[in-house]
């Protein structure tokens, strides 16, 4: 399902570099939930953003659903990204002018499998946000923006969601809330990689993977 062989990334500045992943190696069948951990720094959301086919490895490979992803078109993986991959980003990454129904949408114009009204409307029933449709990011509580985030990445139905700290702002009962989503995914028979430095995750996970990069 999901497979790196390899996989480098070395960020280059103008003076220095930065190696965030170094010959990395990983494999996540379909239907786990594994769960990564590391300090800061140590490339988790390098790593997220690889697989999720938003950052070319300098070498290595990432294949996902049996797609060398990096080999696709830019064209070919948007699409690839919007039909099989949900993510939730670190700092959310809502579009500040759009209300929650439109950013819900936003990845939805270039996926085959389109949702239709009832999905939309599913999801933000399931997500509690029917009442918050039309507010902005800025009209929205923090766990709300988070939920929303979370409605956006699972509208397409993905078979991957990607979620990157995703509980990091959130108090405990919210925490939990958001574990629940992803069990219930999970349980549905989705592939889970979730970053997170908290515990509300392991008692779902498979397993837990350490990174400690060593050469920063
Ligand atoms: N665009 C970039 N240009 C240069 N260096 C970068 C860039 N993005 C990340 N880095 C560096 O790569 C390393 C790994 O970053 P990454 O964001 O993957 O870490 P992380 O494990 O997600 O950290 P955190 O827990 O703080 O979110 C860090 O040292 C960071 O400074
Ligand atoms: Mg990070």
């Known amino acids: 399902m999901v497979q790196l062989d390899s996989v480098t ?22 239907g ?3 769960v990564v951990k590391g300090p800061s720094g140590s490339g988790k959301t390098t790593l997220l953003l690889a697989i999720g086919g938003m950052l070319r490895p300098t070498s290595g490979i990432v294949t996902v659903n049996g797609n060398d992803i990096y080999d696709l078109s830019e064209k070919k993986r948007a699409k690839f990204r919007a039909e099989n991959i949900g993510f939730v980003f670190q700092l959310f990454h809502l579009l500040p002018y759009l ?3 439109e950013n819900i949408l936003l990845p939805d114009g270039v996926a085959a499998n389109r949702a239709g009204l009832t999905e939309v409307k599913e999801i933000l029933d ?15 509580s923090v766990g ?19 979620a990157d700290e995703p509980t990091g ?4 009962e919210n925490a939990a809330q958001v ?7 999970h349980n549905n028979g989705g592939t889970v990689i979730v970053v997170t430095h908290g515990n509300e995750a392991e008692q779902y996970a498979d397993r837990t993977i350490y990174l400690n990069n060593q050469l920063l």
């Open 99 to 101: 209300n929650v129904y």
């Open 179 to 185: 574990m629940d989503y992803f069990a219930g995914f």
């Open 32 to 34: 786990e939930f594994v």
């Open 169 to 172: 702002n959130l108090d405990s």
């Open 144 to 162: 709300e923006r988070q939920r929303t985030a979370i409605a956006r990445a699972l509208l397409n139905g993905p078979d991957i969601l990607l």
């Open 9 to 30: 990334k070395v960020y280059q500045k103008k003076h220095s570099s930065v190696t965030a992943l170094n010959e990395f190696d990983l494999q996540v069948k379909k």
């Open 126 to 140: 399931r997500l509690r946000l029917t009442d918050r449709a039309y507010h902005k990011p800025g009209e929205l």
